[in-house]
């Protein structure tokens, strides 16, 4: 590890230097120092550079452990030519200045990596040509280097600071104008810089969500209908007005279909602590009208999407002529694989804390998305969203589930019932129960292969209630974006490929979590290929690049098939095939695959996975006991994400990608009966611990000069079945239900 | 009632229920955040401190158990943020959201105060009650194994001052 910079603290969430509006947070870590500055110059909204020199960056993405809150104004700094540790990181307030705050989609250094650039190279350009004019010298002649611009002809130099009052009068440069650093003279991007939150996590000084507070605050604990559109009936909260510290309760309403991300509804038990609002909750009687969902169950529903999965569905993709070659075939193969509901269960559970005052609503949450709070909480307060003041702490995990701000909403309507501040805090029971499920799916495949087991045919469906349920209430179908995710993409140069996809109702809300539609579909369609390559007796990895086929980039338009792609044109992202046979190279070639002895008990799996435009390999070594105990000594992942700016956060988000990948393979499993959820917390959804998680997880990052992908999600999709392959290479046993805990290994 | 105890070395007194659990008198009643409500069923470990220097969940703990006992939590294992494991979270970049870190730290602290050389499977066993959902053990163990090297070539283990003893 490089560590090029000293690590200070730097805190600042409450945006004062561009928000204006004080803000107390009692005694709380969240005080910034940034008003002690004089007047800052703002070249553009995400920088501003005082006349003492601090240049303050603004991070308008949110943390939740990415690293994006340290790459991207590090970035910025970079082209700034600023140095580091003059530099204070503020988050910003949800606001549309920004462009899109929605930290989701694996998407923050993709979507913003030009724009930040530019903002960086435009204050620096600022700078010199103030410089230059201030000696009389030709702005050809100064340049910026670390925190002042010098010209070296002369010897003169003047710190960033001296340079605001002059630099805020040059004329913005044009885009044509700007240039950028060259890598080379990176200081950096490319280098480990720790995160800017890393001293005060260590130190328990990190302010997540749950740790918002604000003077005069009251604590709520909401009971909720157990069945997803359940009606409040009647309910009795005497005895709970009993419990020391409660103060009342309040009622919210129920939602109106379609869900989107409005509050459930429910009784809110408010009190002076967190524990007495908890405890005031348990002795609630309360009564629900459950309504159509309270027949809900998960196994009968799991047989209904395998039936829908058997006959001939919507279809989605096809390539030339998949029956005729089903009867040409040598041998037909088929296989069905399932994948259960999820909860994103990030450690942090959904926490907020609202004030209502005089029309307007300041919130402080762990939020993926403060855009969506103002308008989700704007709606719900019918206010105008400008009126909703979103302040964005750091976020105990996402995964999904907090871009989605029903939590929020929660605090602000029962802050505006009671006229005072609220914070309302989620139990993990709540968490578990009232989540946006990662959605169940049921896949159907079927292949046919010529004499050498070579495919000549593939056809896959899949079956799942949609995400897009949850703003449609009529929606059956899969939208583009689960599509585009491993079910009209395959990267087979098979001649005959036809996908279809079923339709599915949903009972319980469902919402994306990390890598989305790729769980299931990487899982099918990975797994698949495993058993044909099995089934033809060839090496897997040598069966898997021969199905790939020669290097290409897809022509989804001319086969005629829509692809979502990221919402990004392929011309800049095109599915490139040669990238993803040297991940795959590059994963088995670490691992020693070619080599590798598998014994009784012990082997290899490979899986390969293109999503949010990033190529991953990963080749996953098992060890099964003969208690049937599943081990993972060793994970090797090989990625091609383009271009990188922080490597070590990039190794991080993959390494973390195996253990929620391992989650999802061994364990995870959500389940219904009379429309309850059955699980509640780790003890019954557990996620992977420690001694269960791989003991070692490398990272090999192909060197690229693509564009910049995604690095947060793409992760996920090959480890279940990677997982899963070298189980079957190590004990003879397929796999084609998630989590693997439910069948017996020997 | 009022109950008094320890906290980092400050004696506090709470007037609270006595079945309020220590999780939500540090975090509530104490301004102290740094320890996490992660399940409030002794099912995560983020809310890990010391009782005398033992790990205890504080979010199962009444508060009453804990009546003149010494609580150490992360904010106080060391005043500087330089506690060996500290400098070694640093050092290898641990935490992705952090939410975990603290109670992670925590259980570290107590595992090397009793095992200054701890193997893989004695760091395992010791975390396995630590869940850490974006997936950072892989550093987490790098980093308990790094703490401990420091810890052994210092001339005094800061370990033993903060353990209650
Ligand atoms: S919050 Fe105490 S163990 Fe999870
Ligand atoms: S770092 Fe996020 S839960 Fe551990």
Redesign the pocket.
Known sequence: MSVLVTRQSRRGFLGQMFSAGTLILGAGPLASSAAQSPQPWMPNVFVGIAPNGLVTIIAHRSEMGTGIRTALPMLLAEELEADWKRVKVEQALGNTKYGSQNTDGSCSIRDFVDVIKESGASARLMLERAAAAKWGVPAGEVEARNHEVVHTKSGKKAGFGELVALAAKQPVPKKEELKFKPASAYRYVGKDVPIIDQDDIVAGKGTFGMDARVPGMVYASIERSPVYGGVLKSFDDAAAKQVKGVEGTVVIEGFKPPHNFQALGGVAVIANSTWAAMQGRKKLKVEWDSGKNATFDSAAFKKSLQTTARAPQKVVRNVGNVDAAFSSAAKTIEAEYYVPMLSHAPMEPPVAVADFKDGKVTCWCPTQNPQAVQETVGAALGIKKEDVICHVTLLGGGFGRKSKPDYVAEAALISKKLGKPVKVVWS?EDDIRFDFYHTVAAMYMKAGVDQQGKPTAWLQRSVFPSISSTFDASSEYGFDVELGMGLVDTPWAIPNQRAENGPAKNHVRIGWMRAVANIYHAFGVHSFIDELAASAGRDRVEYLLATIGADRKIDFEAEGTKFWNNGQPLDKFPFDTARLRRVIQLAAEKSGWANYKPTKGRALGIAAHRSFLTYVAAVVEVEVDDKGVVRIPRVDLAIDAGQIIHPDRVKAQFEGAAVFGTSIAMMGEITAADGRIQQSN?HNYPVARMNESPMITNVHIVPSNAAHSGVGEPGVPPIAPAITNAIFAATGKRIRELPIKKTKLV | MEIRLNVNGKAVAVDVPPNM?L?WVLRDELDQCGT?????????????VHQDGAPI????TPISSVAGKKVTTIEGLSPTGSHPLQLAWQEFDVPQCGYCQA?QIMTAAALLAKNPNPSDADIDSALD???CRCGTYLRIRQAVHRAAELMRTQSSNPLRTTAGK
């Open positions: 993990r780790f | 659990p999780l996490k409500f992660g399940c409030g069923a002794a099912q995560c470990g983020a809310c890990t969940r504080s979010c199962v109670g009650g630590n869940l």
